[in-house]
Each structure stands twice: as C-alpha cells, then as structure tokens.
C-alpha cells in the first residue's frame, strides 16, 4: 500500500500528537447535543477546526472511533437479548442490515449515545466531510482502506436506523448520509485499487423509492430523499 511505502520510506508528514489530542478535546467538548447552536452550523464549525494534516488525523480517528464504538455497543446489545431470550444474533460489521432486519424493535441506535459523545450530525457530520475533502491526502497520515470501511459501517448504520431502527429521516439525518456518500466516493477515487462496494450499499442501489425528509423540529415534510439514486449518482460516477 502507498501510504505504508510511504511511511517506510520516510515519505510521511510531521505530526504533532499534542496538538491532535487538543483538537480532539476541544471538538469533544465544544459541540454536540448540548450545544446550544444547530447541527449544521456545528458541523461547519468542527470542518473549520480540523484543518491541516494534524486536523485530518484527528477526522480520520473520529470517523473510527465512532464506528468501533457503534459496533461495541451493537455487540452488548445482542449479547443482552441472548442473555434474556436466547436469541443469538449475528453482528457483522460489512453487513448490519441482516441484524437490524431480524431484531431492529429491539434495539437501540448505537449513534445517538456512544461512550465518546459524538454526535452524528456534528463531530461525526464534520469529520466525514474533512476526510473525504481530503481523500488524496489521506495516505500521508493514515491507511485510507480501513477508513473507507468505516465510513461505509455509518452509512449503513444510518441507513439502517432510518428503515429498521426508528430514526427520523430529517434534514439533520440526510445532511450526514450525504456527506457519507460524496466523502466515500471521493475515498474511492483517490484509490489505485479501490475495493468491492459493500452489500448494504449493493441492497440499496437496487431501490428507487424516495422517503419523506422533515425539518428536525416540526413534522413537516420538506422534501425527499432517494437513496438508490443517490448511491448511484455518488459512488458509481
């Protein structure tokens, strides 16, 4: 992989780890549900502060973060019905949507209240969009493939909640997916082998159905969402 040859061959960036922890409290702390300004100028607010190669690092380990934390607390969550019901449930990560098929009433969608307290449509909204701004440089700090896997497990695990896990579909929810899609695309082309899409995404090219999208506070419908298209038009051009 270029980004391990790099690394290896003394290609890569100067980092300052001091910087990138500081970054990373501030923006843990600063923004989220408690704050007292809308998602989306949240969300512009964190893209602002995670620039430079130190600000990429530190969007980069967001995006996994909340991903390995997602995954974690699917984990307990099944291994909390088996304990109660003796239902065993299968919790893969390149496919959610066979667990949320199966058990989607009972559970909960990890997003909203993960141990790190980012918030999907703020710290994680932002950290989406500086990576995949920043796709052909991501091979100078970090390996880009796991990353794509990562974003790809929130797209799914997004999807997912708005079908299975009674998510609200507003404008919060498609602001996310769409940076989700156009920052995975832009991770796949700044690849030279980029790999196989992932079977959520495969399931829900095949769609053309378009879902209401509402304003965050209020049950007015504001207009809609085709995801099928969107998948298409994002990840396939």
Same mark, same amino acid.
């Given at each position: 992989?270029?980004?391990?040859?790099?690394?290896?061959?003394?290609?890569? &960036?100067?980092? *300052?780890?001091?910087?990138?922890?500081?970054?990373?409290?501030?923006?843990?702390?600063?923004?989220?549900?408690?704050?007292?300004?809308?998602?989306?100028?949240? %969300?512009?607010a &964190? @893209?602002?502060?995670?620039?430079? *190669?130190d600000?990429?690092?530190?969007?980069?380990? !967001?995006?996994?973060?909340?991903? =390995?934390?997602?995954? %974690? *607390?699917?984990? %307990?969550?099944?291994?909390?019905?088996?304990?109660?019901?003796?239902? $065993?449930?299968?919790?893969?990560?390149?496919?959610?949507?066979?667990?949320?098929?199966?058990?989607?009433?009972?559970l909960?969608?990890?997003?909203?209240?993960?141990?790190?307290?980012?918030? +999907?449509?703020?710290?994680?909204?932002?950290?989406?969009?500086?990576?995949?701004?920043?796709?052909?440089?991501?091979?100078?700090?970090?390996?880009?493939?796991?990353?794509? @896997?990562?974003?790809?497990?929130?797209?799914?695990?997004?999807? %997912?909640?708005?079908?299975?896990?009674?998510?609200?579909?507003?404008?919060?929810?498609?602001?996310?997916?769409?940076?989700? !899609?156009?920052?995975?695309?832009? !991770?796949?082309a700044?690849? *030279? =082998?980029?790999?196989?899409?992932p079977?959520? &995404?495969?399931?829900?090219? $095949?769609?053309?159905?378009?879902?209401? &999208?509402?304003? +965050?506070?209020?049950?007015?419908?504001v207009?809609?969402?085709?995801?099928?298209?969107?998948l298409?038009?994002?990840?396939?051009?």
């Amino acid at each position: 992989m270029r980004w391990l040859r790099q690394l290896l061959g003394g290609g890569r &960036v100067q980092l *300052d780890p001091a910087r990138q922890q500081a970054l990373l409290r501030d923006v843990q702390h600063r923004y989220g549900a408690g704050a007292q300004v809308r998602f989306p100028e949240q %969300a512009e607010a &964190v @893209t602002g502060m995670l620039n430079g *190669d130190d600000g990429l690092v530190v969007a980069a380990r !967001i995006v996994s973060q909340v991903a =390995d934390e997602a995954h %974690a *607390d699917l984990q %307990a969550q099944a291994h909390d019905i088996h304990r109660r019901t003796g239902r $065993r449930l299968l919790v893969h990560r390149r496919n959610y949507r066979p667990l949320w098929k199966e058990a989607g009433p009972a559970l909960r969608w990890p997003l909203f209240a993960l141990p790190c307290g980012f918030h +999907p449509y703020a710290q994680v909204a932002a950290a989406v969009a500086v990576v995949g701004s920043r796709a052909p440089q991501l091979d100078r700090v970090t390996d880009p493939y796991p990353l794509l @896997t990562h974003v790809f497990e929130l797209l799914d695990l997004t999807t %997912a909640g708005w079908e299975y896990g009674r998510v609200r579909v507003d404008t919060d929810a498609t602001a996310l997916v769409d940076r989700l !899609i156009t920052s995975a695309g832009q !991770i796949l082309a700044a690849m *030279d =082998d980029p790999p196989r899409l992932p079977p959520p &995404v495969r399931e829900l090219m $095949r769609r053309n159905n378009t879902l209401e &999208v509402h304003e +965050p506070s209020s049950p007015q419908a504001v207009g809609g969402i085709n995801l099928g298209a969107k998948l298409r038009e994002g990840l396939l051009t």
